[in-house]
């Protein structure tokens, strides 16, 4: 986070102290209000041309070799912007203060569709899935699942569906809401549905004590719940000056940390967890060297990750499965 860094606590400061994603540090300075950005996306050619491809432009793998009249290679320059990329137009704010910074976009945004793009362009482990992207922003990563997945589900206070982390789940429709809250309500169907998904995707909802903790126990109702979920969770570790340890620490990240076991425990241990209050979520960093950067507009730094969490149920879970 750019220019200014998050109070450890709330209250008015957060209402009106304004905040700056490193994304939009390019973005022409004064500006208020919605801007467009255009992100564009490299694409490797095996699996581009059935996946992602430019409106009425299919992309084309295949070369046709072409001799001229004396019998030479006519070697034909490919076209990279209109053949091995796409771009997609994102509306979002500048600045933000704290409570509304879903308004831009962050780079664990962005790393994360990195991801998304690669597992989609090489395996077929998302072909087909219902998926819940949680505290979603503009959307971008949902938007990138969607030509492969069977379903979607973007949830942020504005976009296609409310899930307040603070309340309980499944959500409820109060009988007085307005037409707008009713817009974005749960349908039984869909809870139905969301309970089915097998991905649940987040990106940047890791920056307020209070925000983790609502979010890990709006997670433990989603994933004990339906069939089984794996949770990929893109973050950045954000660094601040402490008073109670006298040094540049990441809080917010320690904090997120104390709701992990290793990721390497085996069966005796997770067995143990079936008495234990927390954590039940297991966890591993993904090795982002091994994630290509498909998309051109941001630099990922040195403090970005991604985390593959799983949920370890209790027997009784398992078996009303």
């Given at each position: 986070m750019a220019e200014t ?312 879970q398992s078996q009303t499965?």
């Amino acid at each position: 986070m750019a220019e200014t860094s998050i109070p450890s606590n709330g209250g008015d400061l957060e209402e009106h102290e304004q905040v700056m994603s490193e994304v939009h540090l390019g973005c022409p300075p004064g500006l208020s209000g919605p801007h467009i950005s255009k992100f564009t996306f490299s694409l490797p050619p095996q699996g581009a041309e059935s996946i992602w491809r430019r409106q009425g432009e299919a992309v084309s793998t295949q070369q046709k070799i072409e001799l001229d009249e004396d019998g030479d290679l006519v070697v034909k320059r490919r076209n990279r912007q209109s053949n091995q990329s796409c771009c997609l137009t994102i509306q979002h704010n500048i600045t933000s203060s704290i409570p509304n910074v879903g308004l831009q976009v962050w780079r664990a945004e962005l790393i994360l569709s990195d991801f998304v793009l690669h597992k989609i362009h090489t395996s077929s482990e998302f072909e087909g899935i219902v998926s819940l992207e949680l505290g979603a922003g503009t959307g971008m990563v949902g938007i990138i699942l969607a030509p492969v997945a069977k379903r979607v589900f973007i949830t942020a206070s504005v976009y296609v569906r409310e899930l307040n982390w603070k309340n309980s789940w499944p959500p409820t429709m109060d009988s007085e809401s307005s037409e707008t809250q009713k817009r974005f309500s749960w349908t039984a169907s869909e809870v139905e549905e969301v309970q089915g998904a097998s991905l649940l995707l987040a990106a940047d909802v890791i920056y307020s004590d209070d925000l983790t903790d609502a979010f890990f126990n709006t997670l433990e109702r989603l994933m004990s719940q339906g069939s089984e979920k794996v949770l990929y969770l893109a973050l950045e570790k954000r660094y601040n000056f402490s008073l109670d340890d006298l040094d540049v620490v990441a809080n917010g990240y320690l904090r997120f940390q104390s709701y992990l076991r290793d990721a390497e425990v085996d069966n005796a241990e997770c067995e143990s967890l079936e008495h234990e209050p927390l954590p039940r979520f297991v966890g591993k960093p993904i090795d982002l060297t091994q994630i290509p950067q498909y998309v051109r507009e941001y630099n990922r730094g040195n403090d970005i990750e991604i985390w593959q969490i799983k949920y370890v149920r209790r027997k009784s879970q398992s078996q009303t499965l």
